[in-house]
């Protein structure tokens, strides 16, 4: 293990103190972001590490495994879930040993802090059905890779699906699974079940109303004030869409077997912008659709087929991505801009607001910790007024995500060799504080003073 990821294991440990093993939850509280990339004009991992920690959003989902990511995402305490594209699906599905090789490269080099792997994407109900049977070969390859490594109650093997693999989902009481994918989709489902995985679903209530405007209340699809719908099934009432996809999912798994299954939201967001034909794509729409989803997880509860699983989702998406193909739509479902500003307002302050300076700001005096490459590429704070045995707020910033004031004090500490490398810190000293100087907060101003 490399130095760097030693110490992302220590950093680990004292961040989340004695109690915290391996086996923590795969999704921590009710609310996550899926990071997509296909774009170039977004900020760095880096840099995204800071806008997420600063929007205190710890449940990520990549679409790959890229190594820059995973690097700056490791042992920073998100809860990470990184993708197998699908054009990986055959290889892995056939391959036991690529499959292993994949973990190792992917997953093992970057522990902690990765909790799932997802198969593919939308691959059931996708265009191309020669993934259909090769999907459960991968997905049981990937799991028994992480099972020889040590890593399978560490890490989550799932698939997300599309709607597209439900037939008549209204009310949501009828839906089940469509025929031609109910053979695929009863192994994989009996596999996860086994596994402890939950049924992940990409839930789009604005693709729902953009394809029947006329039918459809825009106001339940916004979590707006709505006489809502009642199902004559199950005589339940529902105040929004989103609830509805849901138990349409619950009713489907039901039908298939699979009633003590969990439904999580992989995927689930507003467009701000669209084509001629997709007028309901606005910032104000999008910025209504994601504040009030906000709001609805923030009430952890569940829905109105399953009110003690409380509702867990992952909002679609950190960035606008400009390579993105097809309509306008599909390149504007961003909550920030490319250059982490925020693209309306849902209560995040985006990255102008340097997050390690507004920590700095609220505490009376820290340590500080510089990595020890050359030159150095981060900085860590460490809040002094906490006990020893727990550090209870770290933040790990590129040097150049510093605001002016603070990282001319860190170069002028560089400069005078005043300070202590990381990992004499946290190794040598066996975990033990060692305090090199503090800022002072006087009224919001800082001071520096050497010890």
Known sequence: ?????????????????????????????TYGIN??????????????????????????????ADHSVLTAFSGAGFKLVIGLPNGF??????????????VKDNVQ??????????????????????????????VKNIHSALSQLGLSDAVQVSTAHSQAVFSNSYPPSSCVFRE????????????????GSPFCLNAYPFLDYMNDPASIDINYALFQKTKGIFDPKTELHYDNMLDAQIDAAYAALEDAGFDKMEVIVTETGWASKGDGNEAAATPENARIYNFNL???????????????????????????????????SERNFGLFKPDGSIAYDVGYKGLKSSSAYSIVLSLKSLYVFISSSSPPSWVIFIDAGFSSSRFVEVVSVGLDN?????????????????????????????????????FHNDSGQLTWEFV
């Not at 031609?180 to 596994?195: R, T, V």
């Open 109 to 138: 080099k970057f522990m902690p802090g990765i909790c799932g792997v997802a198969i593919g994407n939308e691959v059931l109900g996708g265009s191309d059905a020669e993934l259909y049977g090769a999907l459960l070969g991968a």
């Open 35 to 64: 990071y997509g990339r296909l774009a170039d004009n977004i900020p760095s991992p880096d840099k995204v590490v800071t806008l997420l920690r600063s929007a205190k959003i710890r449940n990520v989902r990549i679409f790959d």
């Open 1 to 29: 293990m490399s130095q760097h990821h030693k110490l992302g294991f220590i950093l680990f440990l004292l961040f989340f103190g004695p109690m915290a093993s391996l086996a923590d939850p795969a999704f921590v509280g």
């Open 180 to 195: 031609n994918i109910a053979q695929y989709m009863k192994s994989l489902l009996q596999f996860f079940s086994e596994a």
């Open 89 to 102: 699906i055959k290889d892995m599905s056939s391959n036991a040993s690529n499959a292993l090789s994949w």
């Open 402 to 438: 510093l605001c002016p004031g603070i990282a001319s004090v860190v170069k002028t500490m560089m400069f005078r060799k005043q300070f202590i490398f990381v990992n004499q810190a946290l190794g040598d000293q066996q975990g033990k504080r060692v305090q090199i100087g503090e």
């Open 294 to 328: 906000r709001k609805r997880l923030a009430k952890k509860k569940g829905t109105p087929r399953r009110p003690k699983n409380v509702v867990k989702a992952y909002v679609f998406a950190t960035f606008n991505e400009n390579l993105k193909p097809g309509p306008t």
